[in-house]
């Protein structure tokens, strides 16, 4: 089944090359990292207003980062390997299309899965007990679209993990108050929740005549971006609430209305029947979204 142009899939953002480095940035489509890492970099912010932060923890905090998302989105290639081949809009990724094996990409990932629990375990005693429990998170996703509509959520609980990670690599200790970081963790999910729902969209007729399972397939087009809405509609109340919380200033809540009116703006873009700004909805809007949220507080932590 080809999509017609209407209806065309996005599977971009992927780097040029035929280079070893370019396919594996392009296995785990390196260039999503925007969504995650400023939210590691919130995090690192939100515990520098009270404990010391040392370049060495803010290294191993970053490395932890990138080796869990290598791990989690390598391992999701490898479950997915069979449906990414019959997708139409998947079909060219590395493994279906030939470009890695399976057995490299094993590797790679059991390497990355390592590297983590070593950078956590150099961090603190407290990262390093929740590391394994952080993996199994993030991979467990990839099994969630067989028996769950709403493996986005799921999605957006293993995203949420980065701001959580990056304040856990500077203090050691969790929040104070303890709702903080929970705020903060719900906030992204939900974020990021409503963002996956959108980019589901392209995929409903596959993942329904698949068995595969959604909210677009669960609940339809029209409704699916409903739910999207109500996710980021909850997003920006936590968002408020762990501004509020949190001690930062009104540079903070700026750049917090900013993320709050991009993701208006966002969901003009998309619309029932027609995804040729989904791109722009899922990646454009939603990476500026995590780079205003990080710049405002280091900007506000500054002054």
Same mark, same amino acid.
Request: proline share 3%; with cysteine.
């Given at each position: 089944m080809t999509p017609s142009p209407a209806l065309a899939g996005v599977d971009g953002q992927v780097l040029k090359g035929a280079g070893r480095l370019a396919a594996y940035a392009n296995f785990v489509k390196v260039a999503h990292t925007i969504f995650a890492l400023p939210f590691t970099v919130v995090g690192i912010?939100?515990?520098?207003?009270?404990?010391?932060?040392? @370049?060495?923890? /803010? %290294?191993?905090?970053?490395?932890?980062?990138?080796?869990?998302r290598f791990a989690g989105m390598g391992f999701n290639r490898i479950v997915d390997v069979r449906y990414d081949a019959l997708n139409p809009r998947t079909a060219g990724r590395e493994l279906p299309a030939g470009r890695m094996s399976l057995l490299e990409a094993w590797v790679l990932v059991a390497l990355m899965g390592g590297l983590f629990i070593v950078a956590s375990a150099m961090l603190n005693p407290l990262c390093f007990a929740l590391s394994p429990v952080a993996l199994a998170w993030v991979a467990g996703y990839s099994f969630t679209k067989r028996f769950t509509h709403l493996s986005h959520l799921w999605l957006g609980w293993g995203l949420a993990i980065a701001p959580v990670g990056g304040y856990l690599a500077i203090a050691g200790e969790w929040s104070t108050p303890w709702w903080l970081l929970v705020t903060m963790a719900a906030a992204? @999910?939900?974020? /990021? %929740?409503?963002?996956?729902?959108?980019?589901?969209?392209?995929?409903?007729?596959?993942?329904?005549?698949?068995?595969?399972?959604?909210?677009?397939?669960?609940?339809?087009?029209?409704?699916?971006?409903?739910?999207?809405?109500?996710?980021?509609?909850?997003?920006?109340?936590?968002?408020?609430?762990f501004w509020l919380g949190s001690g930062f200033g009104w540079v903070f809540g700026l750049s917090v209305a900013v993320a709050g009116a991009i993701l208006a703006w966002e969901h003009r873009l998309v619309r029932p029947g027609d995804y040729s700004k989904l791109d722009s909805a899922f990646f454009t809007m939603n990476g500026v979204i995590s780079a205003v949220v990080a710049l405002g507080a280091i900007v506000d932590s500054l002054i």
């Open positions: 912010v939100t515990a520098s207003r009270h404990y010391p932060v040392h @370049a060495r923890s /803010v %290294g191993l905090a970053v490395l932890a980062f990138g080796a869990a992204v @999910a939900c974020w /990021v %929740g409503g963002f996956d729902i959108i980019y589901a969209l392209q995929d409903e007729e596959f993942d329904r005549s698949s068995g595969l399972r959604s909210i677009p397939v669960l609940l339809g087009t029209s409704n699916a971006i409903l739910v999207a809405r109500l996710l980021h509609l909850i997003a920006i109340v936590l968002f408020v609430a």
